[in-house]
T-cell receptor, first 117, second 112 residues
Framework: GAVVSQHPSWVICKSGTSVKIECRSLDFQATTMFWYRQFPKQSLMLMATSNEGSKATYEQGVEKDKFLINHASLTLSTLTVTSAHPEDSSFYIC?????????????FGSGTRLTVV | LAKTTQPISMDSYEGQEVNITCSHNNIATNDYITWYQQFPSQGPRFIIQGYKTKVTNEVASLFIPADRKSSTLSLPRVSLSDTAVYYCLVGDPLVQGGKLIFGQGTELSVKP
C-alpha cells in the first residue's frame, strides 16, 4: 500500500530557531499534500494544503510566514516552522494524496513531535 | 464539508464487539464515509470506507443506512491493542485536492 515517510519523528529546538519537517510519498506521486497540527488530547487541525509546483493554501488563522510549506516535487513536501516559540510545540502530521478518484488516497505520515525550549 | 458528530469516548472489554456511531446529517450526494484510527503519537491509519449499505474488510465493518445521515463502525471482538481514537470523516474522494477535516473523534478504551 501507499507509504508516507515523515522526518524527523521528534525534534527539540531552541526558541527563535527554525525547524524543517519533511514528508515524502515513497511509492506514489502525491499531487496534494496536507499538513496538520495536533495538540495533546485534541483532534487534528488542518494547517495548509499544498499542490505540487504551486503555493500552499493556508487555513484561516494559520500564519503563512511562520509555517513555510514547499511542495517542490510530486514526492516531497516540507514544513518549516520559522522563529519557533514554545507555543509552537505540537505534533505535526502530513498527509499525501494521489490522483483524485483513488478512494483510499489519503495516507498519513507518522508525525513529528516538535518541542521548543 | 459535512460536519460529523461522534461520542467523545467509549469503554469496552476485550472480546466484545464495539459499535461507534457517527452522525453526518449534511452529507452530500458524492460524499463517502471514511474511518481512521489513531494511536498516541502516530499518524491516523485508514480503517474502512463506504458509500452506502454495508462494507466489510479484515478489521471492521461499516454500516450505512439508506438516508446516509449516520454510519456505524463495528469492531468485532476488540483487544487491548484496539485502544485508540477513531475518527469518522465524510468527503468526496473524486475532488482533486479535497481536504480531510477531522472532527473530535471517539476515544475507545478497551479493558482486560
Amino acid at each position: 500500500g501507499a507509504v508516507v515517510s515523515q522526518h524527523p519523528s521528534w525534534v527539540i529546538c531552541k526558541s527563535g530557531t527554525s525547524v524543517k519537517i519533511e514528508c515524502r510519498s515513497l511509492d506514489f506521486q502525491a499531487t496534494t499534500m496536507f499538513w496538520y497540527r495536533q495538540f495533546p488530547k485534541q483532534s487534528l487541525m488542518l494547517m495548509a494544503t499544498s499542490n505540487e509546483g504551486s503555493k500552499a493554501t493556508y487555513e484561516q488563522g494559520v500564519e503563512k510566514d511562520k509555517f513555510l510549506i514547499n511542495h517542490a516535487s510530486l514526492t516531497l513536501s516540507t514544513l518549516t516552522v520559522t522563529s519557533a516559540h514554545p507555543e509552537d510545540s505540537s505534533f505535526y502530521i502530513c498527509s499525501a494524496r494521489g490522483v483524485a478518484g483513488d478512494l483510499y488516497g489519503y495516507t498519513f505520515g507518522s508525525g513529528t513531535r516538535l518541542t521548543v525550549v | 464539508l459535512a460536519k460529523t458528530t461522534q461520542p467523545i469516548s467509549m469503554d469496552s472489554y476485550e472480546g466484545q464487539e464495539v459499535n461507534i456511531t457517527c452522525s453526518h446529517n449534511n452529507i452530500a450526494t458524492n460524499d463517502y464515509i471514511t474511518w481512521y484510527q489513531q494511536f498516541p503519537s502516530q499518524g491516523p491509519r485508514f480503517i474502512i470506507q463506504g458509500y452506502k449499505t454495508k462494507v466489510t474488510n479484515e478489521v471492521a465493518s461499516l454500516f450505512i443506512p439508506a438516508d446516509r445521515k449516520s454510519s456505524t463502525l463495528s469492531l468485532p471482538r476488540v483487544s487491548l491493542s484496539d485502544t485508540a481514537v477513531y475518527y469518522c470523516l465524510v468527503g468526496d474522494p473524486l475532488v482533486q485536492g479535497g481536504k480531510l477535516i477531522f472532527g473530535q473523534g471517539t476515544e475507545l478504551s478497551v479493558k482486560p
